[in-house]
């Protein structure tokens, strides 16, 4: 009989050096972000906190907020219009849009309004929630679709607008959020291309208190003894010395697993694109694999932790600006509430 143990070992790395039907190619990418920003200065006139303090332990110095004339949808329209336009796709052969976001503007899902408006009459679209993991859990989820057969075409958007639940008298975490929004266009490919390397998703609800957002228990009379609760969450909570502790733990052990099961090296990536949380978080998991600082990505001061946004954000901005090109190796990392993290390996095949 075979034990647990390794039925469980040859399914995680199976995971990492899977074998599939297609192959999954990352051709297009959009990012938008509102017009609003807040220096940490101007943060400085609300709560007591100062520029240096926040720099210094964050390396954050403004964020962009949503203001009363733009919404997060809207965000996620030009995201994922702009990868749309990068990829050269009419809208209507888009097989799927995923939205990964934990604070839509309609709790019942954004994705099919962005399908909408883009005009991808033929796609399924929904929302996935893993808060700011939720690009990466996305871009796996999206492309299992992909490398099975199912689909050839995805959207996948990652956005966020933690503004609407923070508590802005909270100098410990008003400081580092802010909102905006990424997308990503995959495509399908021979299973020789596979641009999906590797990747591994963990979760641990057991620690999942040091970052939520709770629903608020307030009941209402209903009729005769019967009483409902009110939809209403709280704003964010966070023990910040818990969640920096779990991700320099966590990330670095899953970024060798994944590396390791690939048989790749660090010093064979090209980029290290992690979500933008704390520039001492993305120093403390490049100096554990001896990764040079121009390999570490990083935007996090422009705009703060943008939770599912960062990673899409910064991967568009680089590809933008010419830093990634076509056939790079990046390796990246989501980590936030759940408790959830994630790896991914991928190379870029879109535009350079
Ligand atoms: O997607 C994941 C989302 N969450 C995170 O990424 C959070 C990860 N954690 C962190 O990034 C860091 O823990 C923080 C940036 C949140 C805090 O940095 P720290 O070095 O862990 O600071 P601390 O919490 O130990 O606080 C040090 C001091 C405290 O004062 P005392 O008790 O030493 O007098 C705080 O009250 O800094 C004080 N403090 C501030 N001072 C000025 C906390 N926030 C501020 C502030 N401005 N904004």
């Known amino acids: 009989m075979v034990a647990e143990d390794s039925i469980q070992a040859n399914f995680f790395s199976l995971t990492a050096n899977f074998k599939t039907l297609f192959g999954v190619s990352l051709v297009g990418s959009g990012s938008a972000i509102p017009a609003q920003k807040i220096t940490n200065d101007q943060l400085a006139a609300r709560v007591e906190t100062n520029d240096e303090w926040v720099k210094t332990r964050t390396g954050i ?66 929302d996935l929630t893993a808060a700011c993991s939720g690009f990466l859990f996305a871009l796996v989820t999206s492309s299992q679709y992909l490398q099975n057969g199912a689909f050839r075409r995805a959207i996948i958007i990652g956005a966020d607008q933690l503004s609407s639940w923070m508590n802005w008298d909270d100098r410990s975490s008003c400081v580092l959020f802010g909102d905006g929004a990424g997308a990503v266009a995959i495509e399908a490919t021979g299973s020789d291309q596979n641009a999906l390397i590797g990747f591994k998703l963990k979760s641990d609800g057991a620690r999942g208190e040091c970052l939520s957002v709770p629903q608020e228990k307030d009941y209402v009379n209903l009729v005769g003894p019967f009483k409902n609760q009110i939809g209403r969450f709280s704003n964010i909570q966070m023990n910040g010395q818990e969640v920096y502790k779990f991700a320099v733990r966590e990330v670095p052990l899953l970024l060798k697993d994944v590396l390791r099961d690939c048989g790749i090296s660090a010093d064979s990536l090209d980029w290290l694109l992690l979500h933008q949380a704390n520039q001492r978080i993305l ?70």
């Open 61 to 126: 110095r403004e964020r962009r907020i949503i203001g009363p004339d733009d919404s997060l949808s809207n965000l996620c329209f030009q995201a994922a219009k702009a990868a749309l336009e990068m990829a050269d796709w009419e809208a209507n052969t888009v097989d799927m849009v995923l939205v990964a976001t934990s604070t839509p503007d309609d709790l019942f899902g954004i994705a099919p309004k962005i399908q909408a408006q883009l005009g991808a009459i033929n796609a399924v679209a929904f």
């Open 283 to 352: 120093n403390a998991v490049a100096d554990r694999f001896s990764i040079p600082k121009s390999k570490v990505l990083s935007n996090l001061e422009n705009y703060g932790n943008t939770s599912a946004a960062t990673i899409p954000i910064m991967l568009d901005e680089a590809v933008r600006d010419g830093r990634i090109k076509s056939g790079d190796l990046i390796a990246s990392s989501g980590f936030g509430a759940g408790l959830s993290w994630g790896v991914a390996l991928f190379r870029w095949h879109g535009k350079s």
